[in-house]
Antibody, heavy 125, light 110 residues
Framework: QVQLQESGPGLVKPSQTLSLTCTVS??????????WSWIRQHPGKGLEWIGY???????FYNPSLKSRLSISVDTSKNEFSLKLNSVTAADTAVYYC?????????????????WGQGTKVTVSS | QSVLTQPPSVSGTPGQRVTISCSGS????????VNWYQQLPGSAPKLLIY???QRPSGVPARFSASKSGTSASLAISGLQSEDEADFHC???????????FGGGTKLTVL
């Protein structure tokens, strides 16, 4: 059974860097069968896709976040990570990681089929 | 303001059929596939429909979806109390070069 678990600080100060890790169990990031995504949900709002990474380290980011965003992978630990710098209150959200199914081009994808439970991050001084 | 437009809420009674709409444009729904997610209260989203109308294994046939032009819709037949959740549509947007979501629709089973 594949499971994803987010971890990281629940409180980040404005202008600092938000760092989260997603640990995957029951599947190997090295298998190359899937991509691995980050998504967030602002309080009481809809979902926002942040970006994804492949086991090789290839990434694709939401253009609106690209200048502040970095997603990396550590296949030896079977985990992938998110770093979002220069955060503001607008980055306060529940952050999810998910297993993603992407085709030969980023626009061809087949949904995020397994999600972590989510972790709440608040940006406040 | 979400790129894809969904009604904030819909409701129905047990056994009824309800539909949830998702309206977009030629740069997203009009030219790309739509996925749907169900988010039960206090839980993470769950993939409900992918590629416009395909159900992942384990999703009941009561859930169906279709797309026409720049709009998509999710239908739930034989409504059950456990269907009460938020539903989100998603598609790729060629102009934004990224994925976009609707604002979500809260389904209430009366």
């Amino acid at each position: 059974q594949v499971q994803l678990q987010e971890s990281g600080p629940g409180l980040v100060k404005p202008s600092q860097t938000l760092s989260l890790t997603c640990t995957v169990s029951g599947d190997s990031l090295d298998s190359g069968s899937y991509y691995w995504s980050w998504i967030r949900q602002h309080p009481g709002k809809g979902l926002e896709w942040i970006g994804y990474i492949y086991h090789s380290g290839g990434t694709f980011y939401n253009p609106s976040l690209k200048s502040r965003l970095s997603i990396s992978v550590d296949t030896s630990k079977n985990e992938f990570s998110l770093k979002l710098n220069s955060v503001t209150a607008a980055d306060t959200a529940v952050y999810y990681c998910a297993r993603d199914q992407v085709g030969f081009h980023p626009k061809y994808y087949y949904g995020m089929d397994i999600w972590g439970q989510g972790t709440k991050v608040t940006v406040s001084s | 303001q979400s790129v894809l437009t969904q009604p904030p809420s819909v409701s129905g009674t047990p056994g009824q059929r309800v539909t949830i709409s998702c309206s977009g444009s030629s740069s997203n729904i009009g030219s790309n596939a739509v996925n749907w997610y169900q988010q039960l209260p206090g839980s993470a989203p769950k993939l409900l429909i992918y590629s416009n109308s395909q159900r992942p294994s384990g999703v009941p046939a009561r859930f169906s979806a279709s797309k026409s032009g720049t709009s998509a819709s999710l239908a739930i037949s034989g409504l059950q109390s456990e269907d009460e959740a938020d539903f989100h549509c998603e598609a790729w947007d060629d102009s934004l070069n990224g994925r976009v979501f609707g604002g979500g629709t809260k389904l209430t089973v009366l």
